[in-house]
């Protein structure tokens, strides 16, 4: 993919070029109604009338023409026939309103969506022209555009990232405000990933590229978003189910009603109010009804990290009231530490902490990260052997030594300490020294300091919320305490995670949350799939609706919130061009309502419509979500 252009700003709208026809054709109006007013001839009167006319209708009867040739019937068509008739019929200032009113509305509508994806775009600014890389020993300068996977990035304080890496060396915090819609800057060090687009703190950082400059995580996002905008939800699809019909049925009730006039033997009379008739039934407002609202909603989303892959989706979000979440690393933070040691009499924490780092060094498996976080520097060990499943084995010290679960090394006199670490929620490695239980180690992987307050604030606006995890029951059970999570079903595989998100989804809509590969058939599955997309799986991000670049659980209420408000501003952009059309209808089929009376309403509701869907882009306010004390710890475990 290529690094898409952000050169062209848009206008302020005095400058903007696309206004220009429709001022004119206003203001030729506008002089035309004062000129008759003072009694000007009428030949000068008709001559602005009949600029103000060609002005207006240059910005939308070239295109309405195209469109006919290649067999696309739209609203310009009847715009056209209407003032072609009033002209016809010796009304050409009906006409020139008509023009001018179509075409000031074609243009507003034309900046609102432009207005709205330019806002989108404009995080591509995010991403600096250049970047320093370290190559062949020595520092240079590079444009952004040219950067390649496994580049060596130097970034000073104060500086963006130019794209996707992972720290080599350096400890600074970044702030990510821009890119994930976390307000608080990270803490980062050798090892962590950084997105493009973020701000370095204070510590000059090496970071070690992992995407192109022009292909990373901020230029996905511009993409995924633009192509959601071009596939069309629920909503989007009622309104041109409603629109795309309704063209030719005007065109007909209109011929219908000109055969009429000359039937009972009035034909000028009938042909005008067929043509008032054309304007009043034309289906303008509905046709921009959604889009507008779709393209300013997920456009907002996305400046907080919030990316949604299509209308279709953003309009399910809208009507979620169940959410289920996976544990590990969607809940919790996956990074097990052990937080408990219990310990035999004669032994010291840092005894047992040694013994099991010593074999632990040998292993691959996640607790083994913990214990050597707590004891880096182990002694050598010996005759390593580990038992998949189980443990491992080995010489420490010239004595043997077993670290492993309780299924394979029995308590003894601690078991009473492994209940109740148990019962807390975390995993029990039990350490033993010749034959003998010298200690315990109580390993759990933590809860997002955010996840109960996301949680309860689901609960507050109707959300339910459960768990669904692959954990035993009783770490399972205790994290859903913490975390404020009453329906918790453990022990699944992926295959019973999705046929449980099939059975909810029967019952009401349902949002799964998941940032693994065994969570990818439930996303699925789910009516809306959220990736966590900054840690998660690419087959969890692939399968998912919803993916967010950040790890802050507080904006899942916002997003739907915000996808809620969004369903409802369309819904009543809807009912609204609907109700204009109704009500026009017969107004102008009695005559109670002339041409220019028609033309003004509907045009105004037209607006109406574009500024209504103008207010989804702005978001709920975060501060209400994360206000309250950051949760205590949590607990989780990954079984040995």
Do not use: Y
């Not at 023409?65 to 609203?75: I, T």
């Not at 889009?291 to 979000?317: D, Q």
């Not at 880096?376 to 491992?392: C, L, Q, S, T, V």
């Not at 309780?406 to 148990?422: D, S």
């Amino acid at each position: 993919m290529s690094l898409p252009s952000t050169d062209d700003e848009l206008a302020p709208w005095w400058r903007d070029r696309a206004l220009v026809p429709p001022a004119l054709s206003g203001a030729l109006l506008a002089a035309a109604l004062i000129a008759q007013a003072v009694g000007a001839a009428e030949w000068a009167v008709a001559a602005m009338q009949g600029a103000s006319l060609l002005a207006g209708a240059a910005t939308f009867v070239p295109g309405t023409l195209r469109r006919l040739a290649r067999g696309s019937l739209g609203v310009g068509l009847l715009m056209t026939i209407a003032a072609v008739g009033a002209v016809l019929l010796g009304h050409v200032g009906e006409a020139a309103a008509l023009a001018f009113l179509f075409s000031i509305a074609e243009a507003l509508e034309d900046r609102a969506m432009d207005r709205a994806r330019h806002g989108l775009r404009a995080l591509l600014d995010l991403i600096p022209e250049t970047a320093l890389v370290e190559r062949s020993g020595s520092v240079t300068e590079v444009a952004a555009s040219e950067l390649v996977a496994d580049d060596l990035l130097v970034v000073r304080a104060g500086h963006r990232v130019a794209t996707d890496g992972v720290v080599e060396s350096g400890h600074s915090s970044v702030d990510t405000s821009a890119v994930t819609g976390e307000s608080i800057p990270v803490a980062i060090d050798t090892g962590d990933t950084v997105l493009a687009g973020s701000i370095n703190g204070a510590g000059l950082l090496h970071i070690r590229a992992t995407a192109n400059g022009a292909d990373n995580s901020l230029t996905t996002i511009v993409r995924l978003v633009e192509e959601a905008n071009s596939r069309k939800g629920e909503r989007a699809r009622l309104a041109d189910r409603i629109a795309r019909p309704l063209v030719p049925v005007v065109l007909a009730v209109a011929a219908a009603i000109i055969g009429f006039g000359f039937l009972v033997g009035d034909p000028e009379l009938w042909t005008e109010r067929a043509l008032v008739v054309l304007v009043a039934a034309s289906p303008c407002a509905l046709a921009i009804a959604v889009p507008v609202t779709v393209i300013s909603a997920i456009g907002a989303a996305s400046k907080l990290g919030i990316i949604v892959k299509s209308g279709a989706a953003f309009e399910r979000m809208g009507s979620i009231r169940t959410v289920a979440f996976d544990k590990t690393g969607t809940l919790t933070r996956n990074a097990p530490s052990i937080v408990a040691v219990e310990t035999a009499p004669g032994f010291s924490r840092k005894d047992i902490l040694r013994l099991a780092a010593a074999l632990e060094a040998h292993s691959t498996h996640p607790l083994a990260a913990a214990v050597l976080a707590e004891h880096p520097h182990p002694p050598e060990a010996h005759d390593i052997n580990e038992d998949a499943g189980h443990g491992m084995s080995g010489i420490v010290g010239g004595a043997p030594v077993r670290v492993g679960n309780t299924r394979w090394l029995n308590p003894g006199e601690l078991a009473g300490a492994a209940e109740k670490l148990a019962d807390d929620g975390m995993t029990v490695v039990v350490v033993e020294r010749d034959a003998q239980v010298v200690g315990l180690l109580g390993i759990r992987d933590e809860l997002r300091p955010d996840a109960a307050e996301a949680v309860a604030q689901l609960e507050v606006s109707g959300i339910r919320t459960l768990m669904l995890t692959g954990d035993n029951s009783r770490t399972a059970a205790a994290l859903g305490r913490e975390a404020g999570i009453d329906d918790v079903r453990a022990e699944l595989l992926p295959s019973d995670k999705a046929q449980a998100i099939e059975t909810l989804s029967a019952r009401s809509p349902t949002a799964m949350i998941g940032d693994g590969i065994n969570d990818a058939p439930a996303l699925a599955a789910a009516d809306v799939g959220i990736a966590m997309g900054a840690t998660g799986s690419a087959a969890a991000v692939e399968s998912a609706d919803v993916a967010f670049t950040g790890s802050d659980l507080r904006l899942i209420p916002v997003a739907l919130l915000h996808a809620r408000r969004g369903r409802r501003i369309m819904t009543g952009n809807i009912v609204l061009s609907l109700a204009i059309i109704v009500v026009l209808f017969p107004l102008a089929l009695t005559g109670v309502l002339g041409l220019a009376g028609v033309v003004l309403v509907h045009e105004v509701s037209e607006l109406v419509v574009i500024v209504n869907g103008l207010r989804a882009a702005r978001l709920p306010q975060r501060d209400r979500v994360r206000e309250g004390t950051p949760c205590g710890p949590s607990l989780t475990t990954t079984d040995r």
